[in-house]
């Protein structure tokens, strides 16, 4: 027998009912060095417990951090029926920990249109996964490009005790491919080893794109859960994007970081997928300014259908770690061209 789509809510996030459309988890996970709990639970579980209300299918999502969610203490989620009409339903939900609110999310859900035009940009050009996993599978290194192996998801015993595989993509581009190159743990080492160090051409972009998929088969499980799953892997190396130039490459080193946040998420889905089937995650940061980096990502399934999108603006403050050194903080680097290039030029200071 299927599994009830709330059953399989409370399975796979821990959602309790506490009262009409309020629903709460005493599951909370701190990644190791984080300020707060992370992220992807709370958006996930906000939009679990917003589904728990409505019988359509997941739009679009948008979302604001306010507070650092702790360990010890339960997480409510309370969620306002805003309008349910013939084709979009809508909902609040304000998460909350000891009274106070961290978190608010709005989402939006809509009955299918058949038949409507469609268009979209082409699926990056990589290599299959399946390439990716032989090229590293033959590698006698305990790494990959961006120092990613067959990683377990740390948080997979507060998501369903799941497990995802995360491998570096190989890009067919020449400029791509050498940008991530500066990103593998085995360049760094063999640089620092020789004392060569990294020349000042060698500029990290802010562009990453990587496959993943959840190991289990997942078959059985409602798309909305599959929706909740992709919302909670979403918030994965977002704020990472906007720190590759200012920490690898010629500036590896040389400024470290004092503290990071993610501000807010928002996520459109467009298609339907699955997280058990292999999915492409491209990320690019457009800006990074006053400690404010913004990152766009963009999901496509295996077959180049773009599933959902999704942008997050985060805080990150940082320091040089030789202060009186010319590094990052105060310099401002302009791309000439948009991903996946990598020509750039110091924007002048006056700018």
């Known amino acids: 027998m299927t ?6 809510i409370y399975k796979y996030f821990f959602l309790k009912e ?11 996970y701190v990644p ?25 299918r997941y739009s679009s999502l948008h979302s604001y951090f306010v507070l650092n969610g702790t360990k010890g203490e339960p997480i409510y989620y309370h969620v306002e029926r805003i309008r349910d009409g013939k ?6 939900v304000l998460a909350k920990q000891k009274g106070n609110i961290i978190f608010s999310l709005s989402c939006s859900f809509k009955v299918f249109e058949p038949n409507s035009p469609e268009h979209q940009f082409k699926i990056p050009q990589v290599e299959s996964p399946e390439f990716s996993l032989s090229k590293f599978t033959n590698s006698n290194s305990s790494t990959f490009v961006g120092g990613y192996k067959k990683l377990k998801y740390l948080s997979s015993e ?4 799941l497990s995802m595989d995360i491998y570096q993509s190989i890009s067919k581009n020449e400029h791509t491919r050498a940008s991530l190159d500066l990103l593998d743990t085995n360049t760094i080492a063999e640089r620092k080893k020789s004392g060569t160090g990294f020349g000042d051409h060698e500029v990290v972009i802010p562009y990453n794109v990587w496959w993943f998929k959840l190991s289990e088969n997942l078959e059985n499980l409602h798309p909305q859960i599959h929706a909740c799953l992709l919302a909670y892997i ?17 500036n590896y080193g040389k400024n470290k970081i004092l503290m990071g946040a993610s501000l807010d998420h928002a996520i459109w889905f467009h298609a339907p997928f699955r997280v058990d089937s292999w999915l492409l995650y491209e990320l690019e940061s457009p800006r990074r300014v006053d400690s404010r980096g913004l990152v766009f990502g963009k999901v496509f399934d295996k077959s180049g259908v773009l599933v959902a999108s999704v942008a997050q603006e985060g805080l990150q403050r940082s320091v040089p770690v030789n202060p009186s050194s010319e590094t990052i903080p105060s310099e401002k680097l302009f791309f000439k061209t948009t991903p996946p290039q990598n ?5 002048p200071s006056k700018l």
């Open 32 to 56: 190791t060095g984080a300020r707060g709990v992370f992220g992807g639970q709370v958006i996930s579980q906000a939009l679990a417990a917003a589904t728990l209300t409505v019988n359509t």
């Open 87 to 92: 084709s979009f339903c809508t909902r609040n």
């Open 158 to 161: 507060k998501v369903g005790r």
């Open 3 to 8: 599994e009830s789509l709330k059953d399989q």
């Open 234 to 250: 979403s918030d994965h190396r977002m704020l990472t994007t906007t720190n590759l130039p200012h920490f690898y490459g010629k």
């Open 343 to 347: 020509s750039y030029e110091n924007i």
């Open 18 to 28: 506490a009262n009409a459309d309020i629903y709460f988890t005493e599951n909370i």
